[in-house]
């Protein structure tokens, strides 16, 4: 009898050893393979993650200052409807408020993740900063004017205001794109730069 029970506790115990071994591998393995994929994706998006909070005070200028200067810009498309029938004013009109608008939601969202304080639509802020020199921002006069007016007159003054409009925000993004250290504003300064380039140039040659 206790050579019996003897060998049935071995067997026992032998059996338990099994299943717990067997066990141990089929939880170690999906552990393994978290943390594989753990390890693999954290790099990548620690790297997008520092990419996105290096910003210095050019970055936070560039933001504070075309945020208003593009909300500008905005209004000033806006005038054209109901002022013009000009099919190609309308066109960059529609153009520029496609462009800016989303480029100022973005501007809003960076300076949230800075820290920093949030843009505003006054004019304004651009004097009150030493950056109204050269920016290509038009006065409340320039605005009522161009309010006032509509047809030929509308677009030549639309078209001559809108380009002195751009040439300061080539200037504001070069100073982005010289000084700054967001890999993602100077992006955006370099789009600003092309895309404002190539408008004025349309612009200029509707003006003739």
């Avoid at 006032?148 to 070069?174: K, Y």
């Avoid at 955006?188 to 040659?205: L, P």
Wanted: with cysteine; proline share 4%; charged share 15%.
């Amino acid at each position: 009898m206790r050579t019996k029970v003897l060998v049935s506790l071995t067997a026992a115990a032998a059996s338990v050893l099994i299943v717990a071994g067997c066990s141990n591998d089929s939880a170690d393995s999906p552990m393994d393979g978290q943390s594989m994929s753990s390890s693999s994706s954290t790099p990548m998006s620690s790297t997008r993650a520092t990419a996105s909070a290096q910003f210095n005070d050019a970055d936070v200028m560039f933001a504070q200052m075309m945020y208003p200067h593009h909300a500008q810009a905005v209004q000033m498309a806006e005038m054209a409807q109901g002022r013009t029938d000009n099919p190609d004013v309308l066109a960059l009109a529609a153009e520029i408020d496609a462009a800016q608008q989303p480029e100022m939601d973005q501007m809003t969202a960076w300076l949230a993740e800075w820290g920093q304080p949030a843009p505003t639509a006054d004019m304004g802020a651009m004097s009150g900063m030493n950056h109204s020199s050269g920016s290509g921002m038009m006065t409340q006069q320039d605005m009522d004017a161009l309010m006032a007016s509509s047809g030929p007159e509308f677009d030549r003054q639309w078209l001559t205001m809108m380009i002195a409009h751009h040439t300061g925000a080539i200037e504001m993004a070069n100073t982005e794109i010289s000084g700054g250290s967001n890999p993602d504003a100077q992006e955006m300064a370099r789009t600003i730069v092309t895309s404002q380039q190539q408008e004025i140039e349309t612009m200029q040659g509707l003006l003739g």
